[in-house]
Every structure is written in C-alpha cells, then in structure tokens.
C-alpha cells in the first residue's frame, strides 16, 4: 500500500534542507567575491522564481490535490473496506492449494 511522503523532522522536508545549504553557498561565494556572489544569488533567485511560478500554477501551491495523495487514499479505503469484510465473513485470504499436497 502506498505510504504517505515523509518529513524529516516535522515541518523540516527535503525541499528545505536543499534550499539552505543554497544559500549557504550564495553566501559563501558572496564572502569570497561580491561579484560572484550576486550571480550566484541572481541564478538561485531565478530558479526560485520559476520553482515558484510553477508550484503556484500546477503543484502543491496551487490548492489541486495531488494525484499520489488521492492513490494513497483510495489504498488505504480498499484496505479498510477489505479487513471490514473479512471481519464480517470470519475468512481470511484464501490460500491457493500446494500442488505437492495432491492425493
């Protein structure tokens, strides 16, 4: 069954840790050369605003729901749905005959 994405510690997901250690590097390039680092900062700004656009239009930004979180939760109401009748029947998952148990 399809698990929900996981986060690394609460509110802390990958696409934040990424987005750190970039600034960090703008940083340390702009402490090295102030003229590197405005182009390393004018080049991330510019993959932020794109990463922006798009998210805001097509992504998780938009307020769509996400194809994987509806397959996920289709998943898990097949799943109740399934031990809901097995409770009922008292039957678990039938078992295919062993081919070496033959009389």
Do not use: C
């Amino acid at each position: 069954m399809p698990l929900p994405s996981e986060r690394l510690v609460g509110w802390l997901a990958p696409k934040w840790i990424v987005a750190a250690v970039a600034l960090a590097a703008v940083v340390m390039l702009a402490s090295y050369d102030p003229r590197l680092g405005f182009a390393a900062g004018a080049l991330f700004g510019g993959v932020i605003a794109v990463w922006l656009y798009l998210a805001l239009r097509y992504g998780s930004l938009s307020g769509a729901r996400s194809v994987r979180s509806s397959i996920v939760e289709t998943a898990a109401v097949h799943s109740r749905n399934r031990r809901k009748a097995e409770a009922r029947t008292g039957l678990g998952a039938q078992q295919r005959p062993d081919p070496t148990q033959r009389p």
